[in-house]
């Protein structure tokens, strides 16, 4: 079936721009996860939507980052003024159940979009 | 998550199985083994994972050993579009996911 989607692939931005990201989850997934990811570094989580509860946003960087799920289906990850330092690759999974304290579920993670702000 | 150990790179010929292996000493009896990959410019790849039995799926094989400290991924006839960065995690019971520096596996014709 039909993977994690992200669009666009590529984002390249001027410096104070804002960018949208979107990620389309696999069909029937209630969880959905963003992480980003710098050159030669390891994953960053910065988001997770789990359902009707309320996100995790513990990972967000900044104010400047915001993430939305609509209708518990495709999530959109903002970046408002965004700096140098964002550019990385933004990644976005999606899981059946979702992690909890007990239980870790399978991620399935999309291409990403690669930011580059100039 | 706890720790993992792998090897930082390794060759492989094609057609050959490919055995990755992985130190998670401080695994708990709970947790389970995780393997992804990272194509050069692609997004992970779930590949498999596994408790406390030895796993197979389409992809590879994974072997746990009795005491859980070790584990093998094993690649049974690598092709060039093997060659990728595979990672070994032991995630805590938790949903944020972290890589380590994982084993660049390099498969030559």
């Known amino acids: 079936g039909a993977g994690v989607s992200q669009s666009p692939s590529n984002k390249v931005t001027e410096k104070g721009k804002d960018v949208e990201l979107r990620c389309d989850p696999i069909s029937g997934h209630t969880a959905l996860y963003w992480y980003r990811q710098s050159l030669g570094q390891g994953l960053e989580f910065l988001i997770y939507?789990?359902?009707?509860?309320?996100?995790?946003k513990s990972g967000l960087p900044s104010d400047r980052f915001s993430a939305e799920r609509t209708g518990g289906s495709v999530s959109t990850l903002t970046i408002q003024r965004t700096q140098q330092e964002d550019s990385a690759v933004y990644l976005c999974?999606?899981?059946?159940?979702?992690?909890?304290?007990?239980?870790?579920?399978?991620?399935?993670f999309g291409p990403g979009t690669r930011l580059t702000v100039l | 998550d706890a720790k993992t150990t792998q090897p930082p790179s390794m060759d492989c010929a094609e057609g050959r199985a490919a055995n990755l292996p992985c130190n998670h000493s401080t695994i708990s009896g709970n947790e389970y083994v995780y393997w992804y990959r990272q194509i050069h410019s692609q997004g992970p790849q779930y590949i498999i994972h596994g408790l406390k039995n030895n796993e197979t799926n389409e992809m590879a094989s994974l072997i746990i050993t009795e005491d859980r400290k070790s584990s093998t991924l094993i690649l049974p006839h690598a092709t060039l579009r093997d060659t990728a960065v595979y990672y070994c995690?032991?995630?805590?019971?938790?949903?944020?996911?972290?890589f380590g520096a994982g084993t660049t596996v390099t498969v030559r014709a």
């Open positions: 995690i032991v995630p805590t019971n938790d949903y944020k996911l972290s």
């Open positions: 999974a999606s899981s059946l159940r979702g992690g909890s304290t007990t239980a870790v579920d399978t991620q399935y």
């Open positions: 939507f789990q359902g009707n509860s309320a996100p995790d």
